[in-house]
C-alpha cells in the first residue's frame, strides 16, 4: 500500500495555492504551518510575505482566507493577530485520514520510506574482550539499536558494526600467562555460560596481572608476545582468539539480557583493522596530510590547540612505531567508505571522545576519504549520573557492572507485574517474561527518553513507576488497549468518518496523524528522544480520551466501532513505536 498524505501536507496543499493566487510571487512559498493550542493548525508564513511583499499582512491573511475552499478537509479557517491564520480541519478529514492508516496491509500505519536512503554504517555496543560490560557500555547500546531500527524503518541500508577493544598491550600478559598454564580456559562453549564465562576471564586476568607485576622474567616474556601478536605469530593469535570466543560468550548473554540482536558477523574489533594500518600511514604522509614530529607520525590543526595555546596533533603512529586508536579509526573509515560503500558513518559514542573524533574526522577529510558525498558523524552521549547527580557507582566507588543494573532492573519490574498478576489473569510464565520486557524497557526508555548529548540520572524506582513519563506507563496504556478489545464482544473496530468527533478524540486523531512524520524527522535528525516525547504525548492524550469518551458504553453502537478503531490504531501506533525503540509491549499487564 502506497503511504498516505498526513493531514498537516494537505492543508499545506490548500493553504499554497490559496497563497499563490492571492500573491503570486508567493508560488512555492512556505506557509509555517504548525500544530496550535488555539486551533488544530496555525499558519505563520504571511507576516514574512507581507513583509517582502511591502503589503498589509492581516489584509494579505484575509485575502487568502477567500480564496481557500473548506469542506472535505479544513472546516474552518480565521485570521488572528496580525496575520496568523488559524485552522481547523473537518472530524471526516480526520477519521478518513486514520482509517487510510489503519488499513495500511504492509504494517506500517501509512509510513512512507525516507526520499534518498543510503547506506549508514553504524558503530554502536563497543565492549572490551576480557573486561565486563558496565554502566557506560549501555547508551552506545541502548541508543545504537533504536537508530538502526529507526533508519531501517525509514528504508536507508544499514550496516552493523561493534568495534570491539580486542587489540593492545594487555593481550601479551593475558597470552603468555594462558601459553604457560593451558587447561585456564578448558570447556566447551555450549557447557558455558556468559556469567561463567566473565568470571573465567576476570580470574585469569586478575591472576596475569599480578604475575606480571611481581615477576620480572614474566613481564619480559609478556611484553614479547605483543610483538608476536602485532607480527601474526600463528600459536599467539590461537591464544588470542581463545580470549575474544570466551568475551563474545559473555557480550551476546549480556545482549540478550537487553533483549537486542548483535550477530557475530557485525563485531569488527580493532583487529580487523590490522592489515590496513601501515597502508594507512602511508597514504596519510605521501599526501602531505601527516607529517613527522619527533619520530612520530602527526596531523596538526591550526584551531585545536592545548591547555597552554600549543596545537594538538592527531598521533597516528607513535615514535616507537607502534599505531595507535587514530591509525585505526581512519583504516575503519577507508573500510566502511571504499568496501562497505557507506555514504553515512553513524558514531555513537560517548561525548568525552569528542575531540578525538573531530580530528580524525578532518584528518579523513583532508585525505578525501570524506567529502561532499560520504559524511560522518558521532552521535555523542552524556553520562549515566546516580540519584546524587554524580557518576554513578556502586557503594564500594566501583563502576556498576551491567549485568547487576540490568537484572536489579527485572527484579523490581517483576514486582509491578505481579501485584498486579491477579487482576489481569497472568500466569507465572507471563509473570517472569512481562517483569523481564518492563525491567529492560525501563532502562531503555529512562536513557531514550533523555536527549542523548544530556547525562541522566538513574533512578530505578521511577523508572518503573507506572505514573509519569515512563516505559511502563507507555505499556501499562497500551496493555489497557488490548483489555478493552478483548472485551468488546460482538463489536468489532470500524471508522465511521460520518461521525462528530469530541475534543478528546480529535486530540488523539490529530497526533495520531503526526506518526509517520515524526518518525522521518528522528531518524533524520538522529534524535530517538522525540520519539519517546511523541509516544509519551500519544499515551498521554489516550488517558484524556479516556476520562472524556466511553469506548464500549458509547452513544451509540456506530460510536462504539469508532472508538474501538481509535483505540486499536492507537495500540499499533504505540507498539510500533516502542519496536523503534528496541522495547516490547505485553498484551496483558
Known amino acids: 500500500m502506497a503511504s498516505v498524505t498526513s493531514l498537516s501536507d494537505s492543508v499545506q496543499q490548500h493553504l499554497a495555492s490559496a497563497l499563490s493566487a492571492a500573491l503570486p510571487e508567493a508560488a512555492g512559498?512556505?506557509?509555517?504551518?504548525?500544530?496550535?493550542?488555539r486551533a488544530d493548525y496555525q499558519a505563520n508564513g504571511i507576516l514574512a510575505l507581507a513583509k517582502k511583499a511591502k503589503a498589509n499582512p492581516r489584509e494579505l491573511a484575509t485575502q487568502v482566507v477567500s480564496g481557500i475552499v473548506t469542506g472535505e478537509v479544513i472546516a474552518d479557517v480565521e485570521v488572528s493577530g496580525p496575520g496568523f491564520l488559524?485552522?481547523?480541519?473537518a472530524d471526516r478529514a480526520i477519521t478518513e485520514n486514520l482509517a487510510a492508516r489503519y488499513a495500511d496491509d504492509t504494517g506500517r500505519l501509512g509510513v512512507p520510506f525516507a526520499a534518498h536512503p543510503g547506506t549508514t554504517v553504524i558503530d554502536?555496543?563497543?565492549?572490551?574482550?576480557?573486561?565486563?560490560?558496565?554502566?557506560?557500555?549501555?547508551?552506545?547500546?541502548?541508543?545504537g539499536d533504536a537508530m538502526v531500527r529507526l533508519l531501517e524503518f525509514t528504508g536507508e541500508n544499514v550496516v552493523r558494526r561493534h568495534h570491539i577493544g580486542d587489540w593492545g598491550t594487555q593481550f601479551g600478559m593475558l597470552i603468555q600467562y594462558l601459553d604457560e598454564h593451558p587447561h585456564e580456559l578448558d570447556h566447551k562453549e555450549s557447557e558455558v555460560s556468559g556469567e561463567e564465562a566473565m568470571s573465567n576471564?576476570?580470574?585469569?586476568?586478575?591472576?596475569a596481572r599480578r604475575l606480571f607485576d611481581s615477576d620480572e622474567e614474566f613481564k619480559t616474556r609478556a611484553r614479547r608476545r605483543v610483538v608476536d601478536l602485532q607480527a601474526g605469530d600463528e600459536q599467539t593469535l590461537a591464544i588470542w582468539q581463545k580470549f575474544v570466543d570466551e568475551s563474545k560468550i559473555y557480550f551476546f548473554s549480556v545482549f540478550d539480557k537487553l533483549d537486542m540482536e548483535v550477530r557475530d558477523p557485525d563485531i569488527v574489533g580493532e583487529s580487523g583493522y590490522n592489515d590496513m594500518l601501515a597502508e594507512t600511514c602511508r597514504l596519510?604522509?605521501?599526501?602531505?596530510?601527516?607529517?613527522?614530529?619527533?619520530g612520530a607520525l602527526c596531523v596538526f590543526f591550526d584551531d585545536i590547540k592545548g591547555p597552554e595555546g600549543n596545537p594538538v596533533p592527531l598521533i597516528v603512529q607513535k615514535s616507537d612505531?607502534?599505531?595507535?586508536?587514530?591509525?585505526?579509526?581512519?583504516?575503519?573509515?577507508?573500510?566502511?567508505?571504499?568496501?562497505?560503500?557507506?555514504?553515512?558513518?553513524?558514531?555513537?559514542?560517548?561525548?568525552?571522545?569528542?575531540?578525538?573524533?573531530?580530528?580524525?574526522?578532518?584528518?579523513?577529510?583532508?585525505?578525501?576519504?570524506?567529502?561532499?558525498d560520504v559524511s560522518a558523524v558521532q552521535l555523542a552521549f552524556g553520562t549515566v549520573l546516580g540519584k546524587d547527580g554524580k557518576p554513578f557507582k556502586t557503594r564500594e566507588g566501583e563502576t556498576v557492572k551491567l549485568e547487576n543494573l540490568l537484572d536489579e532492573a527485572v527484579e523490581r519490574a517483576t514486582a509491578v507485574v505481579r501485584e498486579k498478576a491477579e487482576k489481569v489473569g497472568l500466569t507465572e510464565d507471563e509473570i517472569v517474561e512481562n517483569g523481564r520486557y518492563v525491567g529492560v524497557g525501563a532502562v531503555k526508555y529512562a536513557d531514550l527518553s533523555t536527549s542523548a548529548v544530556r547525562d541522566y540520572k538513574f533512578d530505578l524506582d521511577q523508572m518503573v513507576s507506572l505514573n509519569g513519563d515512563t516505559s511502563v506507563y507507555l505499556q501499562y496504556a497500551y496493555a489497557r488497549i488490548r483489555s478493552i478489545l478483548r472485551k468488546a464482544g460482538e463489536a468489532r473496530p470500524v471508522a465511521h468518518p460520518e461521525l462528530e468527533l469530541a475534543p478528546a478524540e480529535r486530540a488523539l486523531g490529530l497526533h495520531l496523524d503526526q506518526f509517520a512524520e515524526t518518525v522521518l524527522e528522528v531518524a533524520a535528525a538522529r534524535e530517538p528522544h522525540k520519539m519517546a516525547a511523541y509516544l509519551y504525548q500519544l499515551a498521554s492524550l489516550l488517558t484524556s480520551f479516556y476520562d472524556q469518551c466511553p469506548v464500549l458504553k458509547a452513544d451509540s453502537p456506530a460510536q462504539v466501532e469508532n472508538r474501538l478503531f481509535l483505540v486499536d490504531l492507537t495500540a499499533r501506533t504505540l507498539h510500533q513505536g516502542m519496536a523503534l525503540l528496541g522495547i516490547r509491549t505485553p498484551d496483558k499487564l
Open 29 to 37: 512559498a512556505d506557509p509555517l504551518l504548525r500544530r496550535s493550542d
Open 86 to 89: 488559524n485552522i481547523t480541519v
Open 124 to 143: 554502536y555496543a563497543q565492549p572490551n574482550v576480557a573486561k565486563e560490560m558496565h554502566v557506560g557500555h549501555l547508551r552506545s547500546a541502548v541508543i
Open 201 to 207: 576471564l576476570d580470574r585469569l586476568y586478575k591472576t
Open 284 to 294: 596519510l604522509e605521501e599526501s602531505g596530510v601527516a607529517v613527522r614530529s619527533e
Open 321 to 372: 612505531d607502534g599505531y595507535g586508536y587514530a591509525a585505526t579509526d581512519l583504516s575503519a573509515i577507508r573500510d566502511r567508505v571504499f568496501n562497505l560503500k557507506a555514504s553515512t558513518l553513524l558514531y555513537v559514542v560517548d561525548a568525552r571522545q569528542a575531540l578525538h573524533f573531530r580530528m580524525v574526522f578532518e584528518t579523513a577529510r583532508r585525505a578525501g576519504w570524506l567529502n561532499d
